[in-house]
């Protein structure tokens, strides 16, 4: 069973910083990317950065320049390291896994994304 562990969140004054990790377990499949996403209330999930397994990074437009997402030294970690932050990055952060899962013999696949539970980030003004 695939099991996404997040940890690292709370609550930080504007302009603080906080650093975000993730424990994935379990996974058997290639993976294409690992990051964070994140949801305010009202709003909907949207992407805030991701890393390759070559170490290629995406990161959202109101991120770049503040965040940075790294690789653990340990198999399979993630981290998000947040600086300046800003009220408006109040949300719950979700760890993510993207693999590619093989489905049958003739070599076929799917994609598959795996999220953790979330942790709570709240930015006070």
């Known amino acids: 069973q695939v099991e996404l562990v997040e940890s690292g969140g709370g609550l930080v004054q504007a302009g603080g910083s906080l650093r975000l990790s993730c424990a994935a377990s379990?996974?058997?499949?290639?993976?294409?990317?690992m990051g964070w996403y994140r949801q305010a209330p009202g709003h909907l999930r949207e992407l805030v950065g991701t890393i390759t397994p070559t170490g290629s990074t995406n990161y959202a437009d109101s991120v770049k320049g503040r965040f940075t997402v790294s690789r653990g030294h340990a198999e399979n970690t993630v981290f998000l390291q947040m600086n300046s932050l800003k009220p408006e990055d109040t949300a719950v952060y979700y760890c993510y896994v993207g693999v590619t899962v093989v489905v049958s013999v003739e070599g076929a696949s799917r994609k598959r994304d795996y999220w953790g539970k979330g942790t709570l980030v709240t930015v006070s003004s």
């Open positions: 379990g996974i058997r499949n290639r993976i294409n990317a």
